[in-house]
């Protein structure tokens, strides 16, 4: 993912200060990361996609969200430029891609346009605090 920014109006000192403080990305990446993290899992406890659509039912449908197992193993780790969220359950593939016995994918690690929205506004206001 790639977001894109227009800064509007600051001086040139204002600019210096804010590159100077554009080498270190970790608090921002962090708090993206955070954000990502748990909108991941409030879409799998509503059972949505990144997207938004709704999970399709079908075989061992709602063993996937009962025992809390798959979902306990989406976790976070962020540092320096970089977050990952990761679904360490060996179940998490065939629930995320779907199978070709029959069950159907069920998308629930990703960014979609909705969470891009947020991320997005939320890195534009980190932007802002650098120029305050």
């Known amino acids: 993912m790639s977001l894109s920014f227009t800064i509007d109006g600051p001086a040139p000192s204002d600019l210096q200060r ?4 554009l080498h270190d990305l ?7 990361g955070e954000m990502q993290h748990q909108m991941t ?3 799998y406890s509503s059972q949505v996609s990144p997207d938004g659509a709704g999970w399709v039912g079908g075989p061992n449908y709602h063993g996937l969200v009962e025992s809390g197992a798959m979902q306990g193993g989406i976790t976070l780790s962020a540092g ?3 977050a990952t969220i990761t679904a ?14 029959g069950i159907p994918p069920r998308p629930f ?10 991320l ?3 890195a534009e206001q980190w932007l802002q ?3 305050g």
Not at 26 to 32: A, C, R, Y
Not at 112 to 118: I, V
């Open 26 to 32: 970790s608090e921002l990446v962090t708090q993206l």
């Open 109 to 118: 690690i990703g960014i979609g346009a909705r969470h891009e929205a947020k």
């Open 41 to 43: 899992m409030e879409d």
């Open 18 to 21: 804010v590159r100077s403080k």
């Open 120 to 122: 997005k506004e939320t």
């Open 88 to 101: 360490s359950d060996f179940k998490s593939p065939f629930h995320n891609f779907g199978t070709s016995r």
């Open 80 to 82: 320096g430029n970089t």
């Open 129 to 131: 605090s650098l120029l």
